[in-house]
């Protein structure tokens, strides 16, 4: 049987929410006359993830020892042959529109890769907000997509050479940019969705506080190479408690 497309959802202690964002990708999938295969990657979790991903219908369960979202990310590439890729954070949820979209623009022979616009399942601190309006805008004028959607054709994916698994944070950003150059020699495009977005947690917002984010994002602008180290990255990898 011919997998047309995949969608991959990383999960790292993820109990909580992948019921929820597995459900959302089920019916998404459901809407499309094509075959997809819905993968999830335990990557080294410490919960249930695994088994609440088992116990949901994942067609695939892959487990990724390392704790890096890259390396997940390709994990679950690696273990499917689809022709069209789609990432999904465990946090997030799509909808049919969105999922219908991300495949018409990769069948058409014009798109390469894409993202989605994003907002938040519920309020949140005043610089969460900021940061997801600003992601936003860039995504927007710039063609950049967030890691929690991300979709491209295999031979793109293959030809930027998946996921850096060199850093810990802004993985999509440098896939996005070495598909882009490949995909301007081929004449394609890459597009981000606007409409329907995706929606992804705001739980960060609650975990963490205001200077928190600050001092995130000042490590990440101000100290060379600081993604390529897990420790600066922590505000995408610590969990409270």
Same mark, same amino acid.
């Given at each position: 049987?011919?997998?047309?497309?995949?969608?991959?959802?990383?999960?790292?202690?993820?109990? /909580?929410?992948?019921?929820?964002?597995?459900?959302?990708?089920?019916?998404?999938? @459901?809407?499309?006359?094509?075959?997809?295969?819905?993968?999830?990657?335990?990557?080294?979790?410490?919960? *249930?993830?695994?088994?609440?991903?088992?116990?949901?219908?994942?067609?695939?369960?892959?487990?990724?020892?390392?704790?890096?979202?890259?390396?997940? #990310?390709?994990?679950?590439?690696?273990?499917?042959?689809?022709?069209? +890729?789609?990432?999904?954070?465990?946090?997030?949820?799509?909808?049919? =529109?969105? +999922?219908?979209?991300?495949?018409?623009? +990769?069948? @058409?022979?014009?798109?390469?890769?894409?993202?989605?616009?994003?907002?938040?399942?519920? /309020?949140?601190?005043?610089?969460?907000?900021?940061?997801?309006?600003?992601?936003?805008?860039?995504?927007?004028?710039?063609?950049?997509?967030?890691? @929690?959607?991300?979709?491209? *054709?295999?031979?793109?994916?293959?030809?930027? =050479?998946?996921?850096?698994?060199?850093?810990?944070?802004?993985?999509?950003?440098?896939?996005?940019? #070495?598909?882009?150059? $490949?995909? *301007?020699?081929?004449?394609?495009?890459?597009?981000?969705?606007?409409?329907?977005?995706?929606?992804?947690?705001?739980?960060?917002?609650?975990?963490?506080?205001?200077?928190?984010?600050?001092?995130? +994002?000042?490590?990440?602008?101000?100290?060379?190479?600081?993604?390529?180290?897990?420790?600066?990255?922590?505000? $995408?990898?610590?969990?409270? =408690?």
């Amino acid at each position: 049987m011919t997998i047309h497309y995949a969608i991959i959802i990383p999960a790292y202690n993820e109990e /909580a929410l992948l019921a929820g964002t597995m459900a959302a990708a089920r019916r998404a999938m @459901s809407s499309l006359p094509e075959i997809g295969k819905l993968v999830v990657v335990n990557n080294n979790s410490t919960d *249930r993830t695994g088994e609440v991903a088992e116990e949901n219908g994942a067609d695939l369960v892959v487990f990724e020892p390392h704790n890096q979202i890259a390396r997940a #990310r390709n994990a679950g590439a690696e273990k499917t042959d689809a022709f069209y +890729l789609v990432f999904v954070d465990a946090d997030t949820q799509i909808e049919s =529109g969105t +999922l219908q979209t991300a495949l018409k623009h +990769l069948e @058409s022979g014009k798109i390469a890769a894409g993202g989605a616009r994003i907002v938040m399942d519920q /309020a949140v601190i005043p610089i969460v907000g900021w940061i997801t309006d600003c992601w936003n805008r860039g995504a927007a004028a710039f063609n950049f997509a967030a890691g @929690s959607f991300f979709y491209c *054709r295999r031979d793109a994916f293959e030809a930027g =050479g998946g996921f850096d698994e060199s850093v810990y944070a802004g993985e999509e950003v440098w896939l996005a940019r #070495r598909i882009k150059k $490949w995909a *301007r020699k081929k004449g394609l495009g890459f597009r981000v969705i606007q409409n329907p977005p995706v929606m992804t947690s705001g739980r960060k917002s609650d975990w963490f506080s205001t200077w928190d984010f600050v001092r995130q +994002l000042a490590i990440i602008f101000l100290i060379p190479g600081a993604t390529k180290s897990k420790k600066m990255c922590q505000l $995408w990898y610590r969990r409270p =408690g």
